[in-house]
């Protein structure tokens, strides 16, 4: 913005500019020399400086996948674009740019040091993601906002901020304010934050209300106002959400017991919630009583479904716990098992390499050539074995934690379906008495002395006896559908949990057989090649 | 009690019967005791005396050493106070009691020996036992519990017999008096020990009873030192662990169990053999160490302390024997019997059985059936509720007796006995003359007061293979106070291996050295406080050609390096092991995990190969593997075939990796890495011979230390170290100074002439002013005076010098050099005195004006004169 556009077209970072920057800023000397012969790959790049290139555009930078440190300043870029790939970074360098707002950050969360001085921004904010954010320069710009200050108190690891420059600083209690809003802060505009300065408007802000009427003091004393409210608000949030999160988790552990929501009258509700038949029935005399009394019963038998889904929960856990508590028990044994054969053979298999190298004699070397590589295959001979019995012995233990875990499954399905089913004789029950008072309010209406103070659509459902069934009768279908639905729903995915335990377990057995064979071989290969390259080279000699 | 009345009684028969033998023999063979005749009761022949006395030549008896006497004779009484003396009244009276206590006591139970209740004390006065104890705690917080009192008691006092080893002594010497000539026997010792654990709040109790030989005459030579004795391993209890539910099963063993059982039957027969040898051969030794059979098995009279449960915390009854301070179970077999036990406040017969030992004695002092006490009143310990009043009322006549004759109320008179008291040099000293050596099985003891050996040994542990004590298997020595903060020196007689022990605070943190020799690159191990160094050093280990040392806690992981080294190389200008260090053949290093760095980075060991110029490195293994990467650096050829530098080929490096990765194979990589570690093998040489030269400056130190060992002096203790001694002096000395000034600042000027007034009355105005002039002419002519005698010695000064001169000018030439010097020295001297009076006299004359007036201020204000003065001016 101040500066001059110079003769210098402005320029988009392509792939030329790149590999230059890359290519000057390469380790010198031998290593140097190394490192041209090779050729330097983008991604193993760890630092990368574009200053002074009149840049205005950033582009092409996704391949430097482990950036850590990128300086674009002295530039005259006027977005942040393009800087989405390199979640590695921790030190970006944006100063004197045109840059006017702040975005584009927001996966940079690994970001600690980010300088945007001297360039256009009005105003702080997009910087959500930069959790880890310690040094923050936005010396002139043109914040002139002090509730940015506000903004910055979520960084919690902030220690230094500059901001001078800006029509902010200009504010006669600028320091002051800054201190206060930003206890943690150390460095204030390249200085440190003395402690007086520090303890100063700590104690104002604290004790402020004992110094009112004393000119700065009262400024003082208004942020300490204001700090208190703002404090209070933020322990408020902090407090909302830690109380969600807890909500969310109980509900989550209910979740995976299968039965939430039914440790209330949550079902009973819902039943009624889409039964408009029921509804108005249950304005008859007599029917509320009744609703009352079904309502209580069914609620029991649902808050002993949920405590017994809880209760297995738990059997369910700790058989898990058990069955991968003792699986990593096998591997781990099974692990120090090869070791131990691992490292005896080098042992042996190192003596055997020197012995070699020492030897003259070429029939003496073969034979002894021989010896090793028949050590070698004895040793993979001897590691595969391990690794089948392993498997062996996990495969049958899995089988007998499959079978465990779908008897207890089962029994929990079953004694479910047992409350259930009071659930739904209850419902029965409920639906003949309330068939019984609707008849005989029905008699009623036809004898002509219903109450006066029935509703008109309640009225109107006492014209015959096939309506006033009917109507009942939904009520009914609609209360044993719901009950059905939930009961379906905790089988069905009690079931599908059961089956994807059992593959996931299997899978992953299966993929650390795999891993634990293609090691094997590889370490096997590679003794093999080394042989191979002795022999070779000591034929050479 | 009936049934070892008996015994007794046939045992003193036959004693009697044969008493008239051992007067023959007696006296060409002392201290023989007849060991067979028990067995035989019948009247001995001549003949088979003759065999007897044969059979008896041959046994060897260990000669006792001459023991010190400690009789009346060498005590003396002149100073002890009254209450050793006299008796009050009301010990008379308990006198009595005890009398008519016993009377009745020998008219009911004719067949037991006459009860031990008022022995003479130091001055020939009959006193009873009780008060005899006189319970004190003592002002050192180390005597507050029982085992370090017993200690004390059986170090501090040396060990008398008794003069009748059947009989309870006559005499029964005061505490006070037993302290003061360290000396005493097991009455004595245990009346100390009893009077300290009562003031500490123990129940405790005297005993007289019987004992057993080696318990009688504190011979310790067939009980194991405890010092030998290893603590007990406590046998860990593998907490067999429940198979879990999904434990795997273990793989099929497919060994034939036919064999295995037929290699375990192989395995028992062998051991069985072991065994049985093993079993004979202790037979055979314990035959060697059994002791003869004692004559007077159960006769032996011995006094030693109950302590009972209840008090201080103390779980269960127990015996202490105060000769060796070490406590025994009630059952334990050393113990034949108890005839009568006493505290402070009153005294019980045992009415028990002692057939089995002591082993079914109750310790229930209330019951009365079992115990006979002989005050009534005296709070009775734990009277059982189940067998009172029926109990009390069926009892036979002896307590009904008792009951009519006593006092109720009559307590126990207070101790006759002075306070307790160990001076704190004594109780440092301990032993007498702060020696003592005790004989255990295969072992010596020897202890010595701290200070007073120069090297700051305390005691010393001498081990031996055989009974007789002549092959010397282990020595351990015990210091203390020493600067070097070594603590214990374990020599290996077999071995020739030493180790010393050291305290935190050593200046090299030093906590254990073993070593055979101290000459340096020879087999050795030193272990350090490795939280007092600054390199997390453990242990270091060294052989003639190799040191391996471990780490713990280091910023950089290194937990042990090991170190090869060659041959040296022969240098002929200087060849010690400072300025030629060993050429390094291999260094190895090992790592702890770092949790910072992934698996596959981190490395584990690295091996400098110096002489092959190759470098391995092995890096951690990964969690889930059981692989871990290698590589492998040579750097062999810094030049190739053309003559260029090569930095860095491919096949410079070998490499094994779990997971591949793509940037390790860069050639840059590698010659980074390679780089690194050079430098790195750079540094490790550099530790390594600067862990040499530590070695030998540890070396050098210790044998320095070993050389002056300076022992520590606490700045508490006001008697050893000089420092505060000196400086407490000098401190009393400024004291008294000051107190001179002040007394000089109250001289009084006025007294001489006050004198000379009638005394007592009231100064008139006349006299005042008299008084005055006198006193200020008087001042005047001193310092006229002294004036004077300035002017008259700087007079004589002068004329002696000019004399000296005249005569010099007149025989100055038939003088000899000598002469010439010392008149030249004379004249200087001279010269000196006369300007020192010179300056003195000017001095006086300037100050005497000063110092005149100053008087009379100082009379002016004077109170007895000042008012008159004032109303005279």
């Known amino acids: 913005m101040n500066r001059l556009y110079t003769s210098l077209e402005p320029r988009v970072i392509d792939d030329g500019m790149l590999k230059l920057a890359v290519g000057e800023q390469r380790p010198q000397e031998e290593a140097g020399k190394l490192a041209k012969q090779e050729g330097i790959l983008f991604k193993d790049v760890l630092s990368l400086q574009l200053d002074f290139r009149n840049i205005l555009r950033i582009d092409n930078l996704w ?71 310690q040094v923050l320069s936005l010396g002139n710009n043109q914040i002139d906002n002090m509730m940015n200050i506000i903004y910055l108190r979520r960084f919690r690891c902030l220690r230094t901020l500059s901001l001078s420059g800006n029509p902010i600083s200009e504010v006669e209690d600028y320091k002051m304010f800054i201190c206060a809003y930003l206890p943690d802060l150390v460095y204030l505009d390249f200085r440190r934050i003395d402690d007086h300065t520090a303890s100063v408007s700590l104690s104002v802000s604290q004790q402020a209300p004992r110094f009112l009427g004393k000119g700065k003091e009262v400024a003082e004393a208004k942020h300490h106002y204001s700090i208190e409210e703002l404090k209070h608000r933020e322990n408020l949030m902090q407090a909302q959400m830690e109380e969600e999160q807890a909500r969310r988790e109980e509900l989550e552990k209910h979740k995976t017991a299968f039965v939430e929501h039914l440790n209330g009258s949550f079902l009973f509700d819902s039943m009624y919630a889409e039964d408009s038949e029921g509804n108005k029935l249950s304005s008859l005399p007599g029917v509320s009583e009744l609703l009352e009394a079904y309502r209580d019963k069914f609620v029991i038998i649902c808050v002993n479904i949920f405590e017994y889904g809880l209760k297995h929960q738990e059997k369910r856990k700790t058989e898990l716990d058990t069955f991968s508590e003792c699986v990593h028990e096998a591997i781990q044994e099974n692990q120090e098992q090869g070791k131990r054969k691992i490292a005896k053979f080098e042992e042996k298999h190192l003596m055997s390499l020197s012995a070699i190298r020492e030897e003259v004699e070429m029939p003496n070397i073969e034979k002894m050539i021989l010896e090793c590589s028949t050590d070698i295959s004895e040793l993979f001979d001897a590691l595969m074995t391990l690794e089948m019995q392993l498997v062996e012995q996990l495969e049958e233990t899995i089988n007998m934690f499959e079978r465990n875990i779908v008897h207890l499954v089962g029994l929990f399905i079953k004694n479910v379906q047992s409350l259930m089913a009071q659930c739904r004789d209850l419902e029965n029950h409920h639906h003949e008495k309330l068939l019984e008072i609707s008849i005989s ?90 042989l191979d390259n002795l022999e070779y080279s000591d034929i050479l000699d | 009690m009936e049934v070892l009345r008996e015994k007794v009684e046939e045992e003193e028969e036959a004693e009697r019967e044969e008493a008239a033998e051992r007067a023959e023999w007696a006296r060409t063979e002392k201290m023989m005791r007849p060991v067979e005749v028990r067995k035989e009761e019948t009247t001995l022949t001549q003949e088979m005396l003759r065999d007897l006395e044969k059979k008896l030549s041959e046994i060897r008896i260990p000669v006792s050493v001459e023991v010190p006497a400690f009789t ?39 067949d037991r020996v006459p009860l031990f209740l008022h022995p003479l004390n130091e001055c020939e006065v009959p006193k009873f036992v009780s008060t005899t104890l006189r319970p004190t705690l003592m002002p050192y917080p180390e005597l507050y519990n029982w085992d370090s009192c017993a200690q004390f008691v059986s170090d501090f006092l040396t060990m008398v017999p008794l003069p009748d080893p059947l009989k309870p002594p006559l005499h029964l010497y005061s505490s006070s008096t037993v302290l003061k000539y360290q000396k ?10 009893c009077s300290m654990l009562i003031g500490s709040g123990y129940d405790a109790y005297c005993v007289n009873g019987y004992g057993s030989q080696d318990l009688c005459h504190m011979d310790l030579t067939r009980e194991v030192c405890p ?113 009568s036990l006493w505290n402070h406040k009153n005294y019980w017969i045992n009415m028990q059985d002692c057939w089995n030992c002591c082993k079914d004695l109750i310790f229930d002092l209330g019951d009365p059936v079992r115990w006979e006490y002989m005050l009534l009143g005296t709070d009775k310990p734990e009277l059982f509720l189940t067998e009172d009043d029926s109990g009390i009322n069926n009892e036979d006549d002896v307590e009904n007796l008792d009951k009519e004759d006593e006092d109720k109320s009559f307590d126990m008179p207070h101790s006759w006995v002075e306070q307790i008291e160990i001076s704190p040099e004594a109780f440092e000293t301990r032993c007498p003359n702060g020696k003592k050596v005790i004989q255990y099985k295969r072992a010596k003891l020897e202890k ?93 280990e060294e052989t003639p050609r190799t040191m391996t040392e471990y780490y713990r806690g280091r910023s950089d992981f290194l937990s042990y390096r090991h170190v090869d080294f060659g041959p040296r190389v022969k240098k002929l200008t200087l060849s010690s092991a400072e300025s030629n260090p060993r050429p390094v053949v291999k260094i190895t290093e090992r790592f702890f995990r770092n949790p910072a760095k992934p698996a596959e980075e981190d490395v584990a060991e690295r091996v400098f190969l110096v002489a092959e110029e190759r470098i391995q490195l092995r890096y951690h293994c990964r969690e889930d593997h059981i692989t871990a990467s290698k590589r492998e650096f040579l750097r062999r050829s810094e030049v190739d075939s053309e003559g260029n530098k090569i930095i860095v080929t491919p096949d410079m490096c070998i490499t094994f990796e779990v997971e591949p990765m793509e940037h390790t194979k860069k050639l840059l990589y590698q010659y980074e890495t390679l780089m690194h570690l050079k430098k790195e093998e750079k540094l490790s040489r550099r530790q390594v011979w600067e862990s040499e030269l530590e070695v030998l400056e540890i070396l050098k130190l210790l044998k320095e230390e070993e050389e002056v060992h300076t022992l ?162």
Request: net charge negative.
């Open chain 1, 63 to 133: 391949q430097f996948e482990n950036l850590k440190k990128l300086q674009l300043n002295n530039n005259i870029i006027e977005k942040i674009e393009g800087l989405e790939n390199l979640t590695h970074l921790v030190w970006l360098d944006l100063s004197f740019n045109n840059i006017e707002t702040i975005e584009g950050l927001d996966t940079l969360v690994n970001l600690e040091d980010l300088s945007l001085f001297n360039n256009c921004i009005s105003n702080i904010d997009s910087l959500d993601a930069l959790i880890k954010l």
């Open chain 1, 441 to 530: 309010t029905l008699e009623k209406a036809v004898k002509g002395n219903l109450d006066k103070d029935l509703s008109e659509d309640v009225r109107a459902l006492f014209v015959d006896k096939n309506t006033i069934v009917n109507a009942v009768g939904a009520s009914h279908d609609i209360h044993l559908l719901k009950i059905d639905n939930r009961e379906d729903e905790l089988v069905t995915r009690i079931n599908s949990w059961c089956t994807r335990l059992v593959d996931k377990i299997r899978r992953d057995e299966i993929m650390r057989n795999r891993k634990r064979v293609k090691e094997i071989s590889l370490y096997i290969d590679h003794m093999k090649s080394e």
């Open chain 2, 72 to 110: 009346k004779d060498t005590i003396d009484i002149s100073m002890l106070p009254v209450s050793y003396k006299t008796n009050t009244p009301k010990e008379e009276q308990l006198l009595q009691l005890a009398d008519n206590f016993s009377r009745q006591y020998s008219h009911l139970c004719p």
């Open chain 2, 184 to 193: 005493g026997n097991c009455f004595d010792f245990s009346t100390l020990l």
């Open chain 2, 227 to 339: 010092l030998t004795v290893k603590p007990k391993e406590t046998i860990k209890r593998e907490e067999k662990v429940l198979p879990k539910k999904y434990t795997i099963r273990p793989p099929r063993d497919l060994c034939s169990r036919f064999e295995q059982e037929q290699e375990m039957k192989r395995q028992q027969e062998i051991r069985a053999r072991e065994e049985k040898r093993l079993k004979e051969e202790e037979e055979r030794l314990m035959e060697a160490e059994k002791a003869n059979p004692d004559a007077l098995h159960g006769l032996r009279v011995h006094s030693w302390v109950l302590v009972l449960s209840g008090k201080r915390e103390v779980p269960e009854n127990f015996f202490i024997d105060p000769f060796t301070a070490r406590s025994y179970s009630t059952q334990d077999e050393h113990f034949l019997g108890i005839e």
């Open chain 2, 448 to 540: 010595w007061a701290p200070y007073l050996n120069h090297n700051g040994l305390v005691s010393r542990l001498t081990t031996y293979e055989d009974l007789e004590c002549t092959n010397i298997l282990e020595i351990k020595e015990w210091y203390r106070n020493r600067e070097d903060m070594l603590e214990l020196r374990h020599i290996n007689k077999t071995t020739a291996l030493k180790t010393d022990y050291f305290k935190p605070g050593h200046p090299r943190a030093l906590r254990v050295h073993s070593y055979k020799s101290m000459q340096p690159e020879m087999d050795r191990v030193i272990e350090f406080y490795e939280t007092a160094r600054v390199d997390g050093l453990i242990k270091r």
């Open chain 2, 712 to 873: 520590t002096i606490s700045i508490y203790d006001t008697k050893r170290n000089e420092k505060s001694k000196e400086y407490r002096e000098a401190m009393e000395r400024m004291m008294h100074e000051e107190h001179l000034r002040q007394v000089e600042t109250q001289l009084d000027y006025l007294a001489p002439f006050l004198v000379q007034l009638p005394p007592g009355e009231k100064l008139t105005r006349w006299q005042a002013v008299r008084l005055k002039d006198e006193c200020l002419s008087d001042f005047k002519q001193r310092l006229i005076n002294k004036a004077n005698l300035i002017q008259a010695r700087f007079e004589k000064e002068t004329q002696e010098l000019q004399k000296k001169q005249q005569w010099y000018q007149e025989n100055q030439v038939t003088l000899t050099p000598e002469d010439e010097d010392l008149y030249l020295s004379y004249c200087s001297q001279a010269m000196f005195r006369i300007r020192i009076l010179e300056q003195r006299l000017n001095r006086h004359k300037e100050l005497a004006p000063l110092k005149y007036l100053a008087l009379e201020e100082k009379l002016h204000k004077d109170p007895r004169l000042g008012e008159l003065l004032k109303m005279f001016t």
